[in-house]
Structure formats: C-alpha cells, structure tokens
Nanobody, 123 residues
Framework: QVQLVESGGGLVQAGGSLRLSCAASRRTLSSYGMGWFRQAPGKEREFVAAISWSGENTLYADSVKGRFTISRDNAKNTVYLQQNSLKPEDTAVYYC????????????????WGQGTQVTVSS
C-alpha cells in the first residue's frame, strides 16, 4: 500500500508562492493518477488539481487555473503543487491523493490519502 506524506505548507502573504510536495513510500507512484485537494475550516474537501500517471495530462479547478501547477517526478516518487499568486481564500489544509482510475476531480475515486499540510495566506 502506498503511503503519502505532504510537506511544504506554511504561512505566506497574499501574492506569494509556495511549493507543496507529496512523497510516496512503500510503493512506486508511477502507476497512480494523483490529485491535490483542499479543505478550509467549515467547508467540504474540494478538488484543486490532478495529473495522470505519465504526467501528460492535467486538470485544474477554475479557482486555481493559471496560478497553480501540478507536476510529478516518478523517479523521485513525488508529486508537486506549485502555488503562485496566492490569495487569502486559498487558506486550507492541502491533501494529496492517489487513484488507480486515471485522473479525476472526484475525490470519491481516490483511495489513498496523505495527512495534509496547512497553507495559510495572510492579507
């Protein structure tokens, strides 16, 4: 079973940047589609971005399109989320997740989840 560990979160001012990482252990990520989701206090977990196993295909939520970039390095067993032009409304716990069902915006298709990393954007 793949285990996922997120890192790279923190406190940043509006307009700043962060790069989140999701490292896998126990098994290779190369056969999994990967996604990033986020959950703000009092809100449901929502889709942010997804990437196919090869990295050739990506998908973004409208709210982050043009500001966030998802990528992966299968040799390093790691997936990244580059976050630019951060806004206070991006404040949330960010989770990475793995799926064997292609790549998707539906969290129901993801069976493996990390524990999350906090991103806080101050105004």
């Amino acid at each position: 079973q793949v285990q996922l560990v997120e890192s790279g979160g923190g406190l940043v001012q509006a307009g700043g940047s962060l790069r989140l990482s999701c490292a896998a252990s126990r098994r290779t990520l190369s056969s999994y589609g990967m996604g990033w989701f986020r959950q703000a206090p009092g809100k449901e977990r929502e889709f942010v971005a997804a990437i196919s196993w090869s990295g050739e295909n990506t998908l973004y939520a409208d709210s982050v399109k043009g500001r966030f970039t998802i990528s992966r390095d299968n040799a390093k067993n790691t997936v990244y989320l580059q976050q630019n032009s951060l806004k206070p409304e991006d404040t949330a716990v960010y989770y990475c997740a793995a799926t064997l069902h292609g790549y998707s915006s539906s969290r129901l298709l993801y069976s493996i989840w990390g524990q999350g990393t906090q991103v806080t954007v101050s105004s």
